[in-house]
């Protein structure tokens, strides 16, 4: 069955530097792999996603993450931490090829940017 | 612009009651899901549609029901309340089944007395 794991509820970064939230996965077969960001009282928004390709992926807010196939990890990264990237984050998961189309997500990961 | 709008936003109940909560979304996505988010379990889906008249269970969906009947709408009910479904609950869509973002909702916190 596939699964995510968020080993850190609670990361804290100060202002301007680099910021890591980990996550690893376990699916059989190909994964597709999500970052959502979820602000206090809203609903979560769509980071970026890992389908093919460059395992180095771009997305929004200047975050990005690695894909690490043999360590089945997908980390998301920002080289300068701001205040404002304080929020929740969440890792998912989608393992088409066992013909669960659906999103699996992690229990998430609280980032805390200090002044 | 497009949106995808859930009420009511805050809701409480007794044990034993019937509760729907609504979604809309005007994205003209033919995929919707619902979530629960709890402490320490992240998200969990609820039950999904990939169009109308389709519906499916997904990992969490006892005591849980939807129905499709048009392309905007995914309502939530919950037959009768139980102090377990004490949650916040997101609907969300998407435009792709696989490999697309999903849209969420602001989320509807529900409370169960």
């Known amino acids: 069955a596939q699964s995510v794991a968020q080993p850190e509820d609670q990361v804290n970064v100060a202002e301007g530097n680099p910021l890591t939230v980990k996550c690893t996965y376990s699916?059989?077969?190909?994964?597709?792999l999500f970052w959502y960001v979820q602000y206090p009282n809203r609903g979560l928004q769509f980071l970026l996603k890992y389908i093919t390709g460059d395992n180095l992926v771009k997305g929004s807010y200047g975050f990005e993450a690695e894909f690490n196939k043999s360590q089945t990890s997908f980390h998301l990264k920002k080289p300068s931490a701001l205040v404002s990237d304080s929020a929740l984050y969440f890792c998912?998961?989608?393992?088409?090829?066992?013909?669960?189309?659906?999103?699996?997500f992690g229990t998430g990961t609280r980032l805390t940017v200090i002044p | 612009d497009a949106e995808i709008t859930q009420s009511p936003r805050h809701k409480i109940t007794e044990t034993g009651r019937q509760v729907t909560l609504a979604c809309h979304q005007t994205w003209n996505h033919n995929n919707m899901f619902w979530y629960r988010q709890d402490l320490g379990h992240g998200l969990r889906l609820i039950h999904y549609?990939?169009?109308?008249?389709?519906?499916n269970k997904g990992e969490v969906s006892d005591g849980y029901s939807v129905s499709r009947s048009n392309t905007e709408d995914l309502p939530l009910t919950l037959e009768s309340a139980a102090s377990s479904q004490t949650s916040v609950y997101f609907c969300?869509?998407?435009?792709?089944?696989?490999?697309?973002?999903?849209?969420f909702g602001e989320g509807s916190r529900l409370t169960v007395l």
């Open positions: 969300a869509s998407s435009e792709d089944r696989v490999g697309g973002e999903l849209f």
């Open positions: 998912a998961v989608r393992d088409f090829q066992t013909g669960a189309n659906n999103l699996f």
């Open positions: 699916v059989s077969g190909n994964p597709y």
């Open positions: 549609s990939y169009g109308v008249q389709d519906t």
